[in-house]
């Protein structure tokens, strides 16, 4: 049986997921993953999804559940959230990190680890990301559903999705 794959956003408030099954995914997560560990950062789809945020507002914190549903029924959730703090508290030292997800900007997460620009750090942590590839195949190894929802944004004005 194929494993069904559903996908949500908070579209009404401009904050959309791009599917890991969409045609241009890959197109799209190349730069967002760095090209040094494209090709293998890709095999985590389909526990990968694109958060885009087209809202005039700057989305600061982010809330993510993954649900994957078994062939025996038995349904396993996992929440995953990113978060930007500097936006709201500030900060003295120039930060690596991005300073939220501004109008029209991407990100790219995954289930169980930061992916985001994983491409771009020291190469000594490419050892390790096979180890979610194969922790992902085992996951869905009899999955029959997954499903990849947006379950809350907050914008760096305060308001709450």
């Avoid at 996908?7 to 760095?34: C, H, M, N, Q």
């Avoid at 560990?37 to 507002?57: F, H, Q, T, Y």
């Avoid at 025996?72 to 709201?88: K, L």
């Avoid at 029209?104 to 491409?119: D, F, K, P, S, T």
Wanted: hydrophobic share 40%; glycine share 8%.
């Amino acid at each position: 049986m194929a494993l069904s794959i559903r996908v949500d956003g908070l579209d009404a408030d401009g904050v959309e997921l791009l599917s890991p099954t969409r045609p241009e995914f890959d197109e799209f997560a190349r730069p967002l993953l760095g090209e040094r560990i494209a090709d293998l950062g890709l095999r985590l789809k389909p526990m990968l999804v694109i958060v885009s945020n087209e809202n005039v507002r700057t989305v600061v914190s982010l809330s993510l559940v993954w649900r994957v549903t078994h062939r025996s029924g038995q349904t396993t959730r996992f929440w995953g959230h990113t978060s930007f703090p500097d936006v709201i508290c500030g900060d003295l030292v120039l930060s690596q990190h991005p300073a939220g997800l501004e109008t029209g900007q991407r990100r790219i997460e995954a289930n169980g680890l930061v992916i985001h620009r994983w491409g771009y750090l020291d190469e000594y942590y490419d050892q390790f990301l096979g180890q979610f590839v194969d922790q992902k195949d085992t996951l869905l190894a009899h999955a029959v559903d997954l499903h990849i929802e947006l379950n809350a944004v907050i914008f760096a004005d305060g308001t709450l999705s």
